[in-house]
């Protein structure tokens, strides 16, 4: 027995030991990647900028990308997740207390390609999403984040937690830096005509929903997620025949399913795309519903 009880405490202490030091790994593998600097693209679009529609700007901001979600209804700064698992991550201010020494062109890289000015990763910024946003609807988003009131607030640096460091060693949490996974040097997306058409709704899945849902939109478990956070469901709606336009637009607006009626769970920002239009939930039905 004596033998058996050595034996299970050596196991014991060699998987302590090996816990630690993958864990170790993981964390200078995160460190190295976090300090990165990466080249980043001049985009050259100030002239837009000064011309774009702020209303256009403020549509996309507030309700089709859901900025407030992370960054607050002041877009002043905000918690995303505060947990000893996950790490501490604020989202940072975008008013022009926090973006005005930044030019547009800088804006608009870390908006596209998840980079900070100096060249440094965005944590989690889903630029991943917002690469697929066309020249001008960028414009008018910068256009946008110039006019709100400044906001004098600051939010604490990033802090990764032990999870989402060893996923992302692991390959399995790539958008934890998402700069890691575009190419800066990709030309902009074609924005479709602002229409009920399963083309326009592309284009607002991918810079709107695929962060969370996937570039298929099979749904799945969140990469680096709380534990509390629910799985994104799948939204290949033309695989399920009991759905349609009606009740994908209720279950859109109300936060409930219209098959079942239960309330869709965090991080869906149901207050955010419960304000999307008729053309716009037309649209996103029209593309989703083609995915089988």
């Not at 405490?9 to 190295?32: H, I, Q, R």
């Not at 918690?79 to 973006?99: C, I, W």
């Amino acid at each position: 027995m004596k033998r058996v009880l050595k034996l299970l405490g050596a196991l014991v202490a060699l998987a302590v030991v090996a816990a630690a030091a993958t864990l170790l790994w993981a964390w200078k593998v995160t460190d190295e990647a976090l300090a990165r600097r990466h080249a980043s693209p001049s985009i050259d679009i100030a002239q837009e900028v000064r011309s774009a529609p702020i209303d256009a700007g403020e549509r996309i901001v507030r309700v089709r990308n859901g900025c407030p979600d992370c960054h607050g209804k002041d877009l002043g700064g905000a918690r995303v997740v505060d947990d000893p698992v996950v790490g501490k991550v604020y989202a940072p201010n975008l008013t022009p207390a926090g973006l005005g020494k930044w030019s547009d062109a800088e804006i608009a890289a870390a908006i596209r390609t998840g980079l900070r000015p100096d060249g440094k990763p965005l944590v989690i910024m889903p630029a991943h999403e917002y690469q697929h946003l066309a020249r001008d609807d960028l414009a008018a988003l910068i256009a946008y984040l110039r006019s709100v009131p400044a906001v004098e607030r600051s939010t604490p640096p990033v802090e990764v937690g032990p999870l989402p460091r060893l996923l992302y060693a692991l390959g399995k949490f790539p958008t934890l830096l998402p700069a890691e996974t575009i190419d800066p040097s990709r030309g902009f997306d074609e924005k479709p005509h602002e229409a009920p058409t399963a083309a326009f709704g592309r284009y607002l899945a991918s810079a709107s929903c695929s962060g969370c849902h996937g570039s298929e939109f099979r749904g799945g478990p969140i990469p680096g997620a709380p534990p509390d956070w629910a799985a994104a469901a799948p939204i290949r709606l033309g695989a399920d025949g009991r759905w349609n336009l009606d009740g994908f637009v209720r279950t859109m607006r109300e936060g409930r399913s219209a098959l079942d009626g239960h309330a869709l769970r965090a991080p869906m920002p149901v207050s955010v795309y419960r304000k999307m239009n008729d053309v716009e939930l037309a649209a996103l039905w029209n593309f989703l519903s083609t995915l089988r």
